[in-house]
């Protein structure tokens, strides 16, 4: 990530992760997202920092309140990305703060609309593979 105040605030949610404190790091990623100067940053600057929190590997099983609103806050930038630049991860990353909130309708049509992108790319690539695995799921 290139730009500094990113850059510290990720750093900031990092630590308060490491130290166990997932609601306050819950809570700074929602105002990490919510922020309109987030949308000002390098798409892959985005998708960094929202992946962080999506594809945390050490994220609760339950979503708790600040967890679902943090995803709720990426989802909104992610439906900007989506609407932008059709990427097949973000697509995949919008459908997982779907399931964060509840709304596996939703989910389900993130996950196909990726897929349907992904097997004209590259039907043999993990992304194809993982997304045809989510879509299964639900």
């Known amino acids: 990530m290139a730009n500094e105040a990113l850059v510290q605030a990720v750093k900031e949610i990092a630590s308060f992760a490491r130290s166990g404190k997932s609601d306050e790091a819950y809570q700074r990623y929602e105002k990490l997202f ?7 940053y390098k798409p892959d600057e985005q998708r960094q920092a929202l992946r962080l929190m999506i594809l945390a590997k050490n994220a609760p099983g339950s979503p708790s309140p600040a967890m679902a609103a943090a995803h709720e806050a990426a989802a909104t930038q992610l439906a900007k990305l989506v609407a932008a630049h059709g990427e097949p991860s973000d697509y995949e990353m919008l459908g ?9 309708a939703e989910a389900s049509e993130a996950f196909r ?3 349907t992108i992904e097997r004209q ?14 879509v299964s799921l639900l």
């Open 34 to 40: 919510g922020d309109p100067g987030f949308s000002s």
């Open 121 to 134: 790319r590259n039907p043999q690539s993990d992304l194809c593979g993982a997304l045809m695995k989510r």
């Open 96 to 104: 997982l703060c779907h399931l964060a909130g509840g709304d596996e």
């Open 113 to 115: 609309a990726g897929l």
